[in-house]
């Protein structure tokens, strides 16, 4: 199993955004995928979980360690962004689905982090 490491690097300087994590998963439809990510109290973060097929929808919900619901909602386009805040820094939850019209189909996910301090 090889180790992932978190990319950091700014995408545009002037809203000082911030990589977290990035990577193409591949999910079958219906299925789940979670993700513990430590976040940080101050700044505002976005998911984003995008898939390149039509008829798909997908899922992004943000859990404490706990699973106390933070952010989320039900299912939206194939492009879905969750932006969000923590209520304290911790060990955070994130889960990622789709579903289609293809019961048995994978199908590739890009999902991203990013992060910025929040800007008032």
Do not use: C, H
């Amino acid at each position: 199993m090889e180790s992932l490491q978190a990319q950091v690097l700014e995408i545009n300087p002037n809203v000082q955004w911030k990589y977290v994590r990035s990577q193409q998963l591949e999910l079958k439809n219906q299925s789940t995928y979670q993700y513990e990510f430590p976040a940080e109290r101050g700044y505002d973060y976005i998911f984003s979980a995008i898939i390149n097929e039509s008829g798909i929808e997908t899922y992004v919900k943000v859990f404490d360690i706990q699973m106390k619901p933070i952010a989320g909602e039900g299912y939206k386009s194939k492009t879905n962004q969750l932006q969000f805040r923590v209520p304290s820094s911790g060990t955070y939850i994130v889960t990622i689905a789709y579903k289609g019209p293809d019961e048995n189909k994978t199908t590739p996910i890009d999902f991203t982090l990013i992060r910025r301090p929040i800007v008032e």
